[in-house]
């Protein structure tokens, strides 16, 4: 509706004509694929291994055993998280990526018995 709605009071008083159509179509598409980003995001632990799929995109693998520590986040930064509450995964010397697990308590579990040293920081919250 964000996308559309702007063009509803043009759709009511004027004729489709074929710049408008494009202008449908095209927002339709980017329409699409900002969707197929938000419910295609997939996080997944294969042996030693953090998977991020986020629509078409596949992020590096991260190593499990370089991940130092897991914390709450506000950032708004872009990343393959699709809601607002977040946590950032610091791994390797200086990287770190903001994800959004359904289940965040049980994801950082299933983490930490890959990696038994990360330091939890969302434990108690």
Known sequence: LIFFGPLIPI???ETLNVALLG?????????????HLFLKTEYTIESNLLKIKCGLLNYKPIDISTI???????SLMASPAPSFDRIEIKYG?????IISPKDKHEFVE????INPNINNLIANS
């Open 11 to 13: 759709v009511l008083s």
């Open 23 to 35: 202008t449908v179509a095209f927002l339709f598409v980017v329409f699409a694929f900002i969707l």
């Open 68 to 74: 130092k520590e897991i914390s709450k986040t506000k």
């Open 93 to 97: 010397e200086f990287s770190s990526i």
């Open 110 to 113: 299933d983490l930490i018995k």
